[in-house]
């Protein structure tokens, strides 16, 4: 795999400072460039400071896959790898993943013998769906590169909200780059869709979602229980993962309202509606108690978060798992034909 530019251009800012670095447009392609790492000598006026020059095309090399870079004020040159070898002193195989945004075939062997070589397995097989993959270069948090700046990146994104990166996925090139992926599996454990949730909180595509299925065919369910258990049905995967957390069963509907095929979905289990604490969130659940009371079931119940916090993941930010479960324990109410009318009349 060549190397992938975005993360070339992360790694070379971590390591030589965003200061230091200098893009220079060329006739082998678009060039970064920093003072040499070899000599702290000085040639001439002009561009004094960047005599490495670091090209993730590959410019002229035998080996563009590789990457080049070369030094105008020693002539050192080699390969983009080799240098992200020598400088973070790391073996091959590390750095090729690290910049190629993949993982090398040498790593996958080592990987295939490893599993072979155990007597350690997974106790749940989770079954992959052939109609549907996740978004290209999207790997498990957890076994990218210890090192590896998308994975201690995900990592502190989802320490800050207390959710834990296993089984969390991060896209780390591509039109999903910088996106925590979530998953959804139906209850047979096979791949239906997902969701991705950019990093960057000033990026206004907050949400990037499977374009080839239908979100309103599909839940995400933080496990799918026996029939009749209750599930907590909101709007976001975080706060599904929130309550999960809390030891009671998370169900994210990815809005604010259910479609008649999210419903089937539902009908056997006691829903109980905990939507945000807005005043959209008050409506959605209105809006969806009330259908959910047409639509015959038998028990609804609601609960709300605290008025200062607009949802459960910001409880739990700042609180913790016992405060979310308490709560919930305590402030659940039935849903009946009557708390519409309440709901809406006292604002609560």
């Given at each position: 795999m060549p190397v992938d530019f975005d993360l070339f251009y992360e790694w070379a800012q971590d390591h030589f400072g965003e200061e230091n670095i200098?893009?220079?447009?060329?006739?082998?392609?678009?060039?970064?460039?920093?003072?040499?790492?070899?000599?702290?000598?000085?040639?001439?006026?002009?561009?004094?400071?960047?005599h490495l020059w670091m090209n993730t095309s590959g410019g002229k090399s035998k080996h563009p896959e590789f990457g080049s870079y070369r030094c105008w004020l020693t002539d050192e040159m080699g390969s983009l790898v080799g240098l992200v070898c020598k400088l973070s002193g790391i073996d091959w195989e590390e750095a090729e993943s690290r910049i190629c945004g993949t993982t090398s075939l040498r790593?996958?062997?080592?990987?295939?013998?490893?599993?072979?070589?155990?007597t350690d397995f997974v106790d749940v097989v989770v079954k992959e769906s052939k109609n549907i993959d996740l978004p290209k270069?999207?790997?498990?948090?957890?076994?990218?590169?210890?090192?590896?700046?998308?994975?201690?990146?995900?990592?502190?994104?989802?320490a800050d909200r207390k959710i834990p990166s296993e089984n969390m996925y991060v896209c780390i090139a591509g039109d999903f780059k910088n996106r925590i992926v979530i998953p959804y599996y139906n209850s047979d454990n096979e791949l239906i869709y997902y969701n991705s949730r950019i990093m960057d909180e000033k990026n206004k595509m907050r949400y990037r979602k499977?374009?080839?299925?239908?979100?309103?065919?599909?839940?995400?369910?933080?496990?799918?229980?026996?029939?009749k258990t209750k599930i907590y049905i909101m709007e976001g995967e975080f706060d599904a993962i929130s309550l999960k957390?809390?030891?009671?069963?998370?169900?994210?509907?990815?809005?604010?309202?259910?479609?008649?095929?999210?419903?089937?979905?539902?009908?056997?289990?006691?829903?109980?509606?905990?939507?945000d604490s807005?005043?959209?969130?008050?409506?959605?659940?209105?809006?969806?108690?009330?259908?959910?009371?047409?639509?015959?079931f038998p028990k609804i119940s609601y609960v709300r978060?605290?008025?200062?916090?607009?949802?459960?993941?910001?409880?739990l930010k700042e609180k913790n798992v016992e405060t979310v479960y308490e709560y919930i324990k305590r402030f659940e109410k039935p849903f009946t034909s009557f708390t519409?009318?309440?709901l809406l009349s006292n604002k609560i």
């Open positions: 200098k893009i220079k447009k060329t006739s082998h392609g678009v060039e970064i460039c920093t003072n040499s790492v070899w000599s702290e000598s000085k040639i001439g006026k002009t561009d004094s400071k960047f790593v996958l062997e080592q990987r295939v013998h490893d599993f072979f070589g155990s270069s999207s790997y498990l948090i957890n076994e990218l590169l210890p090192n590896n700046l998308m994975r201690n990146r995900a990592e502190k994104y989802l499977c374009d080839s299925v239908n979100k309103e065919s599909v839940l995400y369910m933080t496990s799918w229980p026996k029939p957390l809390s030891g009671l069963v998370g169900c994210a509907c990815g809005g604010k309202y259910l479609s008649d095929k999210q419903i089937d979905l539902i009908k056997n289990y006691e829903p109980v509606l905990a939507f807005d005043n959209a969130g008050l409506q959605a659940m209105v809006d969806i108690g009330s259908s959910l009371l047409e639509k015959g978060p605290p008025k200062v916090y607009k949802d459960w993941n910001k409880l519409s009318d309440i």
